[in-house]
């Protein structure tokens, strides 16, 4: 039986293997076929699924895992010692014993007897009554009981009985419970038998009960249905899908409904990814002390930079979930992702993607677009310009690509007219260096095709080759690095290979680009600021904007850019958001830092920070005011004699001179996180994360535990 339930062609014992002969008198047994299987193997029922679905998710602050979440209290209450606790619990129990033993022994005198004696009759005083034995000892199990009442709050037994007992017992989430109504149920989809679509909400019911249904196959069907509110798809498309084939309705264009391998922790209905969980430190916030920390498209909509050096957990505790995350959320229909990264980096497997750009590699299926599936020829040269140049440009203010832009303009708007094409990385070349020859065939073809406009923009390039300081040689040296044996099948404009284009990102998409950083690190740099340029200028001008749509740079050195930094600022109005990471501020330029870092919603600054990147962060996070205690210890100065004779007694005892302390509390203005101690003080395998979301919603820096 294959995985959906059908039988395959080996089960059916057409054609059965010979068995070896016996001896004459012991003849074959019938082979015996064991009961058909109730579902597919592996296929356990609905019941983990249900109450995954079923868990509580209240609202919670930015950043926090909500799934089972229990929200704590803003401010952290006083908290007895434990010690402290139990012995003062002791203490008010011999306290009240002692009472009790006071009163019945008659040490105290007979006055807490005097209601009992203005209560019971003369006629009930009479030896051998039952009413009066029982009046009497009610009357003092009350008296015991206000005792006990009056010492349990004194020593505090309901704290210990909430802290040590069986209320302390109970587990973090609770177990499966009776099933909620269906009205409140989110497996019964409410919101389908709200709007009429019973038939589809039974059947979508009955899926996941039958352990036919997973997270993604829930994500994908709501995102579908908010089509439908949407008025993009029709209610009867809806429902003729979902009854026709279920959980596996409306799929995703690869029609996978899982990823090969998950290693983090996912939470579809809130689209979050956990990454640690916040350290019980004083430095936290109480709210966030202990509770998960996780991300999502709220989040990344403001996108996030995350600095810390080789090692310090980037990749593995970073951005290999995010990754995962997106593209679980691509197959959801909710997103598109690009993923960047070197070639051989632990992005996940290939099978997690739906395109595969492998530059450099001969084996690789796709090709990258060099002009980014536009067909504008200025366009094209604002995007390449700033590939090609956008780090050389002047980094304060005003500093852009205008130069260069008009220059690839003059030689791509001709060169389209003639060829109906732009020019591969070879003819870009000879055009950029002035070769004679490719310059004379476009003006040959222009003026057979009437062209003057664009006659007169080649004409203007070829004057401005001769001028001093003419641009055109440094974009042909960095296109120089492109045309390279290594790279010669790609970025083929002719129509022979399979390129892709970011305007792709109008759909679901899953994208993974491998650089080849070994031997060509700069032309990585310039493909990486390519990818960066493409992504920025495609995803502003997209139709559906609650499609999310993420790019994901593993290593952003060098792809920093005055234009970039403006890009960036743009794209949570856009829907989307990047994900950048360094090794160090100092891949930054010094002018760019600044605004980078505002540009940003969410910043992390990872353990082995030097203090020069983490005094960026310092300035960035700002200051906050605290409370401070001055504590002072004054020596006592005794004046009698009985007085100076305690003293030294007690100076013997303990060592110590007596003293008297003074402490002054005070309101200071102090740095959030100091750059000594990012550099410092943050252990290994944590981080210094603060949050914003897109509707404006910020966490301040928080001590992350990436492992927790």
């Known amino acids: 039986m294959d995985g959906d339930g059908t039988r395959d062609a080996r089960g059916t014992h057409a054609n059965p293997v010979p068995r070896p002969a016996g001896p004459p008198e012991m003849p074959a047994e019938a082979p015996t076929v064991p009961p058909r299987p109730t579902r597919a193997p592996g296929s356990p029922d609905g019941s983990a699924f249900l109450t995954w679905l079923r868990t509580p998710r209240p609202q919670a602050l930015p950043g926090v895992w909500r799934f089972g979440h229990r929200p704590r209290p803003e401010e952290e209450p006083e908290r007895v010692p434990g010690r402290q606790l139990l012995s003062g619990a002791v203490i008010a129990f011999l306290v009240g014993w002692l009472v009790w033993s006071l009163l019945w022994n008659g040490y105290l005198g007979g006055w807490w007897l005097l209601p009992l004696y203005a209560m019971i009759p003369d006629s009930w005083a009479e030896p051998h009554s039952f009413a009066s034995v029982v009046v009497v000892y009610a009357y003092y199990v009350l008296v015991a009981g206000i005792i006990m009442v009056a010492v349990g709050r004194l020593g505090r037994w309901g704290e210990i009985w909430r802290r040590y007992g069986p209320p302390a017992w109970r587990g973090a989430v609770a177990g499966a419970g009776p099933a909620p109504a269906p009205e409140e149920d989110p497996a019964a989809w409410p919101a389908l038998r709200a709007a ?73 209905v809130t689209g979050q990814v956990r990454i640690g969980a916040a350290a019980d430190d004083a430095r936290n916030p109480y709210a966030y002390r202990g509770a998960g920390l996780a991300l999502g498209p709220d989040l990344l909509g403001t996108s996030l930079l995350a600095v810390g050096p080789a090692g310090s957990g980037k990749t593995g505790s970073l951005v290999r979930p995010l990754t995962e995350s997106l593209c679980l959320h691509a197959l959801a229909g909710r997103a598109a992702v690009v993923v960047v990264g070197a070639a051989g980096a632990d992005l996940g497997p290939a099978d997690a993607y739906d395109v595969v750009v492998r530059i450099g590699h001969p084996d690789s299926v796709y090709d990258l677009d060099l002009y980014g599936g536009t067909t504008d020829p200025d366009e094209a040269a604002v995007v390449l310009a700033e590939a090609l140049v956008g780090d050389l440009t002047d980094q304060h203010q005003g500093g852009d690509t205008r130069r260069s832009t008009t220059v690839l303009a003059q030689l791509l708007g001709p060169f389209r007219a003639v060829h ?32 003057d406009s664009l006659l007169r923009e080649l004409d203007a390039r070829e004057r401005q080759m001769d001028r001093p300081g003419d641009v055109g040689g440094v974009l042909a040296d960095r296109v120089a690095l492109l045309d390279r044996p290594a790279f010669a099948p790609f970025f083929d404009t002719s129509g022979q290979s399979r390129p892709f284009s970011l305007k792709a990102l109008d759909h679901p998409v899953r994208v993974r680009v491998d650089l080849p950083q070994r031997g060509h690190a700069d032309a990585s740099r310039m493909l990486a600021r390519l990818v960066l340029a493409q992504f920025t200028a495609s995803v502003s001008v997209r139709e ?37 990471t360094l090794r160090t501020l100092d891949d930054v330029p010094r002018p760019l830092r600044g605004p980078l870092l505002g540009a940003i919603g969410c910043r992390m600054a990872l353990s082995g920070l030097t203090p020069w990147d983490g005094q960026d962060f310092a300035e960035v996070w700002g200051k906050e005011w605290t409370e401070a205690r001055d504590v002072t210890d004054r020596q006592i100065i005794a004046e009698t004699p009985a007085g100076k004779a305690v003293h030294m007694l007690r100076r013997v005892i303990t060592g110590k001179a007596p003293t008297a302390r003074a402490v002054t509390v005070r309101q200071v203005e102090r ?38």
């Open 420 to 451: 109906g094409r732009f020019p591969g990385v070879p003819e870009l070349r000879q055009l950029l260096e002035g070769a004679p020859g490719p310059l004379a065939e476009l003006r040959e073809g222009l003026r057979a095709a009437g062209q």
């Open 544 to 580: 559906d904007r609650s499609l999310f749509a993420c790019l994901v740079l593993d290593d952003a050195s060098g792809v920093v850019t005055p234009e970039a930094v403006r890009a960036v600022q743009r794209l949570r109005s856009a829907g989307a958001g990047v994900v950048l």
């Open 196 to 268: 009429g679509a019973h038939d589809a909400a039974e059947r979508l019911a009955a899926e996941a009960r039958s352990g036919l249904m997973r997270d993604v196959d829930h994500a994908r069907i709501a995102r579908a249905w908010q089509g439908v509110q949407r008025g993009r798809h029709s209610l009867a498309t809806f429902t003729g899908a979902v009854l026709s084939h279920g959980a596996a309705a409306c799929p995703h264009p690869s029609g996978a409904r899982d990823l090969p391998v998950r290693r983090a922790r996912h939470d579809l």
């Open 671 to 708: 740095e959030r996180w100091s750059a000594s101690e990012l550099a410092h003080a943050v252990p290994a395998g944590h981080a210094v994360l603060s949050l914003t979301s897109v509707k404006g919603e910020h966490a301040p820096p928080l001590l992350v535990d990436l492992h927790g």
